[in-house]
């Protein structure tokens, strides 16, 4: 915040005049961010609230991402296209069980959980775009199998992304 500009030399503004000052924004993330400043007078203190803010993204991902029966030691594979309702927003896919403590080494071109693999892991979605989600199954034993993995966007929400489910069958 700059220091005020007052009308005269004096730094007094009387009743029905004004002083300017400029407030600069400049914050370290694309997060929503709420703050105030106080302004004091002869009369009184009074705050001013200040919020930054953007459109958010919407997502039209499911929750879960079906990819059905699947022989033991066979492989299918999956696109699932979802789209972007709301304002822009960049994504990192990340295994939910390395969130948040293990971000850092999280997988940045393809994820491999338990039979599962999804990819791309990274998405920048402006609005209306549409976009495909890879994933593929490949069971190792019979059963059924969920993972979930986690969507982290760039305004620091975390949307919890689809979970992948199968089921492993063997031949009868």
Known sequence: M???????????????MAAEL????CPDSLADYDDAFVVDTAEARFSVQVQARR????L????????????????K???FS??????????????EAMWPDACADAPED??????FEVWPLYLDMRPGDVVDLNVCFEPQRMGTFQERFVMVCDNCCVRGAAGGSGRGEEAR
């Open 2 to 16: 700059s220091l005020p500009r007052f009308p005269t030399d004096a730094g007094i503004v009387a009743p029905g």
């Open 22 to 25: 400029t407030l600069r924004f």
């Open 55 to 58: 459109p958010p993204p919407s």
């Open 60 to 75: 039209t991902l499911p929750q879960e991402l079906r990819l059905g029966d699947v022989l033991v030691g066979n492989r």
């Open 77 to 79: 594979g999956a696109q």
């Open 82 to 95: 979802f789209s972007n309702l709301g304002g822009a927003g960049r994504f990192r896919v990340i295994p």
């Open 110 to 115: 393809m994820a491999r959980v338990g039979p």
